[in-house]
């Protein structure tokens, strides 16, 4: 994000206006998106340790921790499933769906028609729903996974065991 806001810094003369900045950023960002994929030293990057004991800057006095959890699994799943579907279809249904960009804007992005940008969000739409119905049923999507807390159950039981 940070090289999109230099990189439009240094080409804002070169800005001509026939789409809207947002669109022209957002084509900014995806070539170097595409271009830092391309390179190799991407393909060796490790994520960072997270500090788990950082206070978080905002909190929700409302805060309803299984509504989280369920957020946040879904979330992951519906992340797994887009990382399966091709590129054409993904990158059309982030730019609409994720970040909120409109038909004409996502056409301009990715240089296609907005015909085409319509068809290949209900494809990308209809690809992700039967991966979801494929992977899980709906009462595993809408209520929490136990899988995560195996590993925890196994470590109790393992304690109550030498007692």
């Excluded at 830092?36 to 950082?54: D, G, L, M, P």
């Excluded at 992977?135 to 393992?158: G, Q, S």
Aim: glycine share 2%.
């Amino acid at each position: 994000m940070q090289d999109t806001y230099v990189d439009a810094f240094k080409n804002l003369a070169s800005f001509q206006q026939k789409a809207s900045f947002k669109t022209w950023i957002s084509k900014i960002m995806l070539n170097n998106c595409f271009r830092k994929k391309e390179k190799s030293s991407y393909k060796n990057e490790f994520a960072q340790e997270v500090n788990e004991n950082v206070i978080p800057m905002f909190t929700h006095k409302n805060n309803d921790t299984n509504h989280d959890v369920l957020s946040k699994e879904l979330g992951g799943i519906i992340e797994t499933a887009l990382e399966s579907i091709p590129m054409e279809y993904k990158m059309v249904f982030s730019l609409r769906e994720l970040n909120g960009m409109n038909t004409e804007e996502t056409a301009q992005a990715l240089d296609i028609s907005e015909a085409n940008v319509k068809v290949r969000l209900n494809r990308a739409k209809a690809m992700l729903r039967d991966r979801l119905q494929k992977a899980y049923t709906p009462d595993e999507i809408f209520e929490f996974n136990l899988i995560y807390c195996d590993a925890m159950v196994e470590r109790v039981m393992n304690e109550i065991a030498k007692i």
